[in-house]
């Protein structure tokens, strides 16, 4: 075991050493920027700058500590944190067994990819979500995951890295609900963002997108467990032309001063129906 | 085909849009024999309910023939005719195993929409907006009906369409809120709005076994529908103080369950009115409660708000004092047709109800902005419109 004391001078440092560097850097400068002018804005700008630049190097931020956030030591309850759940109107050992067989740990670290059924990603708008995704984890996520433990029925837990040095730790448990009212799935982890500046910038502000993105994918589950569907309305008719696509049939374009209505939403991507067959996980566990 | 779209507020078409496919396994194609516009219909027309997007097809309430089922759908076959429920149920759920369909927890695809507004998310709804799924309706020729292995009712009885359509929503929602009033034997219940759902309400509560059904309303068709069918009576909302003469009429007890069959868009009279039709039309407050307030206010101690009429947001002056001090207790929701679909039908054939009463109009598909427009403004003595395709 680790000296308690030498534990608690570690835990202290918050700040993992890319972004002390970044943190330094870009305070000292904005701190110059500062000194150099004589007014109250700058002064502000200086004492802003002077706070980057102490916490570069001293790895300790005060600000991550309200929050709750550690990108220094990345620990299940550290980090940016994520915790989002879901009952599912089912036995603990279906809700597991589905789990791994559609292997969902893998699925929802995967960058988020346009499918039908992804309702909540149209709403948002499938560009602005992935680009989102991009700055967070970075351009070519691809999750390399690894399983730290797993035991049937209750729990996957699970460590995992990006190209981009983003990183991820956490577990999903499953327990029962009370009443026979079926499974209550959790997914709780911590992550630290891809490392850049846009990175850090994006989880700082961005953390709720990120939950809402783990939500859906509950809910994906949930549905597909439940129902073997995906429940959508991509597809079905609107008075709403489709957006444009190269190629359009210009026999389609309606008369001059007519009111267009276009839809905004594109599926540009495989449909449900073909997951998870187009859609092969990036990881297979003892494969 | 034909369809029926909204495209803004007071503002539907009926467009050429492109035929409706299967999209999931547990789908079926309905070709529409025939259709309705729901009084629920016109808080779209108007724009009281958000997330409406130009070019959604329009019409929870339609029946037809099966022209299309996915592969996981074996309990219908090409051919059969159907009366489809207006909220989709997956079956499968925890509120789909308690009978609570509207509640489904799958059917909605656009959950987190109504997660943000409410919590948590109902059933998705044919034709009603983004926030209940984004489904397109069924005032078209044709309509995909997800999850068809649950929801659509064969019908293969020799009753005409419209002995059966309104099987569909309205039947089932009237049955539903006088079922939530727990009737016992001489109770009188109040119903606010004498419109096809408070008319089956009406209907109901004398099925139910109550012993007075007080009608309440200020369109004298209605009225006039009210009384010819029952032994009802009736109260002119703008000639008398409705809260005191439902008082006087139960020698001071108050009706022992009021029924609020008319939602977010009430009228009234008097200055409470006027202050729900101000606020609303500077969007300060979404919904107007003008009758509720008046039920909470009338209604017997210890007594039953049961309300189908829609609501969607906010209220403001919500007499919750009255309400608790009272011990009211309220019960509401979007029907769970499903639940009630086989035993109504089963009425329908013994000859209890011929819920075809309330239809005044019956008009082709492509008069449906003329019917919208009739059915708001309560001309050439509207009450129910059904359309052809």
Known sequence: MANPIVKQKEASVNVSRGERWVSLAAGSALALLGLTRRSPAGALLAASGGYLAVRGLSGRCAIYQMAGANTDHLEDNTGFAVEKSVTVNEPVEAAYAFWEEFDYLARSLKQVKPSAGDEWESGLGRRALSRFNQLLFGPKPGWEVEVLDRRENERIRWRAHTDAGAESQGAVTFQEAPGGRGTEVKIRFAYKPARSILGYTAAALGNEIVAQQVKEELRRYKRILETGVLPSIEGQPSARRPAPVEEQDEGAEPAAGEKQLVDEDVVTEASWESFPASDPPGWRDGE | ?389
């Open chain 2, 1 to 389: 085909m034909k369809a029926v779209c909204w495209c803004g507020v007071n503002d539907v078409r009926v467009e050429r849009v492109p035929d409706p496919e299967l999209l999931d396994p547990r789908d079926a194609i309905i070709k529409v024999s025939l259709t309705a516009i729901c009084g629920s219909d016109l808080h779209l027309y108007n724009g009281f309910i958000p997330t409406m997007r130009e070019g959604d097809i329009l019409g929870h309430e339609f029946m037809g023939e099966v022209v299309e089922v996915g592969s996981d759908v074996d309990n219908l076959q090409i051919g059969d005719r159907v009366v489809v429920p207006f909220a989709i149920a997956c079956g499968s759920c925890y509120f789909c195993e308690e009978q609570l369909y509207s509640l489904c927890d799958n059917s909605n695809p656009k959950a987190w929409m109504a997660e943000k507004l409410y919590g948590q998310a109902p059933a998705g709804i044919f034709g009603y907006s983004h926030l209940m799924g984004g489904y397109a309706g069924g005032q078209a020729e044709y309509v995909r009906v997800p999850f068809a292995d649950v929801g659509p009712l064969k019908v293969d009885t020799g009753l005409s369409d419209e002995q059966v359509l309104f099987l569909s929503d309205i039947f089932p929602t009237g049955y539903m809120a006088a079922e939530a009033c727990a009737i016992k034997p001489g109770d009188t219940i109040a119903v606010w709005g004498c419109g096809p759902v408070g008319l089956m309400a009406i209907k109901s509560a004398f099925m139910l076994g109550a012993e007075r059904v007080i009608a309440i309303d200020r369109v004298p068709e209605r009225l006039q529908l009210a009384q010819l069918n029952d032994r009802v009576e009736l109260v002119h909302f703008d000639k008398e103080d409705v809260v005191e003469v439902l008082k006087e009429m139960t020698a001071g007890r108050g009706p022992d369950a009021c029924i609020e069959a008319v939602g977010m868009e009430a009228h009234g009279t008097g200055l409470d009115w006027a202050y729900d039709r101000a606020k609303q039309a500077v969007r300060m407050q979404t919904d107007r409660p003008t009758v509720l307030r008046h039920a909470i206010q009338a209604c017997r101690k210890g007594g039953v708000i049961s309300v189908p009429g829609v609501f969607g947001g906010v209220v403001d002056k919500f007499p919750l004092g009255a309400a608790f001090n009272k011990g009211l207790t309220f019960r509401m929701g979007q029907t769970h047709v499903q639940r009630y679909m086989r035993p109504l039908l089963e009425r329908i054939e013994q000859g209890e109800i011929d819920p075809s009463f309330i239809i005044t109009h019956r008009l082709p598909l492509d008069d449906a902005p003329h019917a919208y427009e009739i059915f708001e403004e309560k001309q050439d003595g509207c009450i129910k419109v059904v359309m052809q395709p």
